[in-house]
């Protein structure tokens, strides 16, 4: 049965006595080469998790309706409104008042400790009844939910606890018992040497349930295992009023029908929470309670919260210079970029503000001004208007749009519900349906639909669901497959895209091999079921990215605490029966011989001819491998950039040398070779001196060394004038290592990802020293470190710089092949490139000045 969505009060009683911090093994996912990993913790951190979870599932759905409160029990003080009131109720205490929960409830109950005192869960049931009702005094039809969490190994007053069954059951709460290490016999699962007190005390709260009209008691590792279960919930739809008119009721009146109804939602799209919401904590923002960051094993701490969005426009010049240059009789306008928190921004952008720009609409290949933000819209007035009938088989399924909605009669107006069912009866008797339109709002746009009659047991509705205007109709026409028509006109019957009967038969076979409908379990009468069912399967990216968000939010971090896997049920119809594939392998393998089929081998790679040259110092040429030709086109673009100034002024070629030219390079390029010609992949020195003479260069013109710095667009590439270059960046990171630099500004301007930013520069940085040839972009490195130290002072990043400085100069000093050099270059930098002391940031914490000093110098 469907509930109502919200207006929920869920009390959590969590047992937080000595006895819960007794440490346990639990298991985690096994580790990046697959050995196997365990994680200690206590009873109260792991059973958390649960509760956890549960107020997380009520900040994912947002309703200020679903509200929770948290009353502990074992605490060593008393805080709690019969205590204040009436005294007693002792080590029990309000912890969370009763309200909407947000990211600051799962932090506090992160922050809770095992107390040194025991407390009685009676008590705390009474507790709890007792603000609950206070709270939901005014508000009589909110349900009432109480999750008690203990291990059951404490004392409990039982006397007068059935008069608490039986409150609860007068104010019709719902009461769930989670057990750490109870019995449960589903999972199933029996705790060896139990204590007696426990024992005793499982028994009393199976008692209790039995007596409470809705109440259930589990094991937590059964509960955190459901909790994960996919599951779709239906929630009543709110009905919204609407009239239903046949005919014209302004102009003719009396021969209109108007009638009351009410529209509701019958399905409803879903789909995964977006990740743009979620990004690294600031830790400059009070209002984000942040928890203590320590590194390990495994690095930093991540902690993510919600992001402020805010949305600003930018003009990109640099677009309307190409569109000047292509067109430069008609003038073209900006077109304005909105940047949100995570979008990059264009280099060569400007920001404007809102009220300097005008809204316009794309018609076309153009853009049409509209200053007051909108065109008049038709005078369209609320409701639903029948426009015709035509045949149910004419109903074309494929253009049916959105979401469904259920059309009914108000149900406090029996006229209206008659009406509104002998049209339905009418209309499922001459098997027709109704082509309506429907506008949700006085001078909203209407939307074009149809009504198609339903009739229930007990009431009779529409269903109604949009479909398109003709304009939005495109009709496509493709070539039959099996009626192929030569260039003479004649009819061709032999052709490989026409399949012979014998293919067409193995086709059949195959296909009916592979029929679901009974591949399942069989029922009680013995005959098969059908294996798949779309009532038990889940979106696999709604549930997923649902508990990959839930678990990133419940956990400490996600290094020690890695994502578990998914619930076996988000599985369950990954993999086919195993019944079909045994029954379908002869009518595939028949297929197989039918059409030829073949496995393609993979293409290999032809080797290079003498390998990867390698220069014997970096002050020589270096000619590697033979570039392909586009890379000579660049070179050239290249060379012509570092001309001097009086090279540039060289009086220019004649065209007759420029075809003379051009007729030699395409000779160059042609893919065969004689044998007069020089093998290109040698390098110069063992080359002929006529080859020699040949490359030569001019007087005036300056031998094409091996691009120095660090910028992409000084490096031969084989892409055209149009492409950009290969950034370098690999999955995951966010900095390249072509233009590591400009990638760091470009990211660090939106203020969000800075600490992302920050660590990915770094590894950059480690990855180009390491690497061959490093020297010609030792000066860009440099830079890349001034840079990144002057970030990390300002945004508080101190630690991700001294981490990173301690990690190169292992990596330079130390690991092999090492890059000596380029530490020396660093260390003559002097104090202002070592590590940042706390003298500089004003902290209380970290490395000193004399440490600082030290680390540079040693």
């Not at 998790?49 to 309706?65: F, P």
């Not at 320590?294 to 690095?299: A, F, K, R, S, W």
């Not at 939010?553 to 890695?562: G, I, K």
Request: hydrophobic content about 35%; aromatic content about 6%.
């Amino acid at each position: 049965m469907a509930e109502r969505a919200g207006y929920t009060v869920t009390m959590f009683l969590i047992d937080v006595s000595p006895t819960m911090g007794e440490t346990r093994e639990v298991i985690v996912p096994d580790g990046p080469n697959g050995e196997e990993r365990t994680l200690e913790m206590t009873n109260l951190e792991w059973s958390l998790q649960y509760i956890k979870l549960k107020i997380q599932e009520m900040i994912y759905n947002g309703r200020k309706t679903d509200q929770c409160g948290v009353i502990l029990f074992g605490t060593e003080d008393t805080d709690n409104v019969i205590n204040e009131r009436d005294g007693g109720y002792e080590h029990v205490s309000e912890f969370i008042p009763i309200g909407q929960p947000n990211a600051g409830t799962l932090a506090k109950l992160s922050a809770l400790q095992p107390s040194t005192e025991i407390g009685d869960p009676v008590d705390a049931l009474i507790v709890a009844i007792e603000t609950q009702d206070t709270y939901l005094a005014k508000k009589k039809t909110w349900t009432r939910k109480m999750i008690l969490l203990t291990d059951g190994r404490n004392p409990v007053e039982i006397e007068d606890w059935e008069a608490t069954a039986k409150k609860m059951n007068v104010l019709d709460i719902s009461l769930t018992i989670v057990g750490v290490d109870f019995d449960d016999e589903e999972m199933p699962f029996e705790e060896e040497d139990k204590p007696e007190i426990k024992r005793v005390n499982e028994e009393f709260f199976h008692n209790f349930i039995s007596k409470l009209d809705k109440g259930s008691i589990g094991n937590c590792q059964y509960a955190l295992q459901e909790v994960s279960r996919p599951d779709v919930k239906q929630t009543k739809s709110a009905l919204l009023g609407h009239e239903l008119r046949i005919g014209d009721t302004e102009t003719y009146p009396d021969e209109a029908i108007r009638l009351q109804v009410k529209a509701s939602k019958c399905t409803a799209l879903s789909r995964p929470k977006s990740w743009k919401r979620f990004a690294r904590a600031n830790p400059r923002d009070p209002d984000i309670i942040m928890r203590t960051q320590q590194d390990d094993d495994y690095g930093p701490k991540a902690i993510f919260s919600e992001l402020t969005r805010r949305t600003e426009y930018y003009v990109d010049k640099k677009k309307d210079e190409d569109d000047e240059d292509e067109d430069m009789d008609g003038e073209k306008d900006a077109a304005a970029k909105v940047a949100a928190d995570s979008e990059e921004v264009p280099t060569e952008a400007e920001r404007v503000e809102k009220e300097e720009l005008i809204r316009g609409f794309k018609y076309g290949a153009s853009f049409v001004p509209c200053p007051d933000g909108n065109f008049n819209r038709l005078p369209t007035k609320k409701g639903i208007d029948i426009c015709g009938f035509f045949p149910t088989e004419n109903f074309k399924r494929d253009q049916a749009m959105g979401d469904v909605q259920y059309i009914w009669a108000d149900p406090n107006s029996p006229a209206n519900q008659v009406a509104l069912s002998s049209i339905v009866k009418a209309m499922t008797e001459k098997k027709a349906m109704a082509i309506a339109r429907w506008v949700s709002k006085d001078g909203m746009d209407p939307k074009m639909g149809v009504l198609y009659p339903i009739e229930f047991d007990s009431v009779d509705c529409f269903l109604w669901v949009q479909m398109p205007f003709a304009d939005d109709v495109r009709k496509y026409t493709f070539a039959s497959l099996d009626n192929l028509i030569s260039k003479k006109g004649e009819k061709i019957t032999n052709h490989p895209y026409i399949p012979t009967e014998e293919q067409q038969r193995a086709m059949d076979n195959f296909v009916d091999a592979m029929d679901l409908m009974d591949a399942g379990e069989k029922d009680e009468d013995g005959n098969r079921l059908p294996w798949f069912d779309t009532r038990l399967s889940y979106n696999p990216a709604i549930h997923r990215t649902k508990q990959a968000q839930f678990h990133g939010a419940v956990v400490e971090d996600l290094n020690t605490h890695p994502l578990p896997p998914p619930h076996w049920e988000l599985l369950k119809y990954f993999e086919p029966p195993r019944r079909v594939l045994k029954r379908a392998h002869s009518a595939l393998e028949e297929c197989k011989q039918s059409f030829n089929v073949k496995q393609v081998p993979k293409k290999v790679v032809r080797p290079r001819k003498d390998g990867h040259v390698r220069a014997a110092d970096d002050e020589e040429m270096l000619l590697l491998d033979q570039l392909p030709k586009p890379a000579k086109s660049s070179s050239q673009v290249a060379r012509s950039q570092t001309l001097t100034a009086s090279q540039s002024q060289r009086k220019s070629i004649s065209p007759k040398s420029q075809k003379q030219k051009a007729k030699k390079a395409a000779s160059d390029d042609s893919d065969t070779a004689t044998e007069e010609e020089p093998d290109d992949d040698l390098p110069l020195s063992q080359k002929g001196p006529a080859v020699a003479a040949k490359v030569k260069p001019r007087d005036d013109e300056d031998v094409l060394m091996t691009p120095s710095p660090s910028v992409s667009s000084q490096i031969p590439t084989a892409v055209g004038p149009s492409q950009e270059a290969d950034p370098g960046r690999v999955p995951g990171r966010i900095i390249g290592l072509t233009k590591p630099l400009d990638d760091f500004i470009r990211n660090t301007k939106t203020g969000d990802i800075v600490s992302k930013a920050v660590l990915d520069l770094g590894w950059a940085i480690t990855e180009i020293v390491k690497r061959p040839f490093a020297r010609r972009r030792t000066k860009e490195m440099l830079e890349c470190m001034k840079k990144l130290r002057e970030v990390a002072k300002v945004e508080d990043e101190v630690e991700a710089w001294n981490e990173f400085l301690q990690d190169l100069k292992h990596t330079c000093l130390e690991d092999e092949p090492g890059n000596q050099d380029f530490w020396t270059q660093v260390k003559k930098q002097g104090r202002e490139m070592s590590l940042i002391s706390k003298s500089e940031v004003k902290k209380k914490h970290g490395v000193s000045e004399d440490e600082a000093v030290e680390f540079i110098e040693s």
